[in-house]
C-alpha cells in the first residue's frame, strides 16, 4: 500500500541520484513501522462510521 502511494520513493527535487534510489526502500520500512507501532492511521475506523451512519439513516 505505501508503495503504491509513492512513500519513500525519491524526489526529483533533491537531486535524484544512486543514494536516494538506494535508502529509498529504507524510508518506505520506517514509514511502514511508524503505521505499524500506532496501529495504522485511523482510516479503517473513519470508514466503518461513515458506513453506519450511512446505513442508519
Given at each position: 500500500m505505501l508503495a503504491a502511494s509513492k512513500i519513500g520513493t525519491p524526489r526529483?527535487?533533491?537531486?535524484g541520484g544512486a543514494g536516494e534510489?538506494?535508502?529509498a526502500s529504507f524510508?518506505?520500512?520506517a514509514h511502514a513501522e511508524a503505521l505499524?507501532?500506532?496501529r495504522g492511521f485511523g482510516l479503517s475506523e473513519h470508514i466503518?462510521?461513515?458506513?453506519v451512519e450511512a446505513?442508519?439513516?
Open positions: 526529483e527535487a533533491f537531486g534510489d538506494a535508502f524510508i518506505l520500512d505499524v507501532s500506532r466503518f462510521r461513515s458506513l446505513s442508519d439513516g
